[in-house]
């Protein structure tokens, strides 16, 4: 409820915090700055809608970022996913340059976007589709569906 306090109203296509509002959010930014492992597990598994477990995202990003240092360019991919599942102004680039040069800051803004969103981190994607199923299926912030081929 604290970040939600410090949040701008949510506008179409802009981030619902600014990139350097980390501090809005303490304990997730303490938990960032400590192991960012665990705030990308949280982050992908919900933009993913739990086809990836936190802990196998996390733990990916990780061993990424102890064999390669470069753990960034994986977490950029998600920041272009919630760009594109929102609707949010950006590009490719600028989100790489954000990973690059503040990976912490850029993770703790995709972490606030989904809670801002309604989602619920500490309980996951699994969690959150239990919520939203006994509230009558009112939608909570859930991604919009991309349609697709089907068979």
Known sequence: MEAQRHAKPLAEGEWSTGFCDCFSDCKN???????????????????DRGSIDCCAAGALYQLINILTYS??????????????????RGDACTDCLKHCCCELCALTQQYRELKHRGFDMSVGWAGNAARQQTQGGVAMGAPASQGGMTR
Not at 30 to 47: R, Y
Not at 71 to 88: D, E, L, V
């Open 29 to 47: 930014c303490c938990i960032t700055c400590l192991c960012p492992c665990i705030t990308f597990g949280q982050v992908a598994e919900i933009v």
């Open 71 to 88: 753990a960034w360019m994986y977490s950029c991919c998600y920041r272009g996913k919630i760009r594109a599942q929102y609707n949010i």
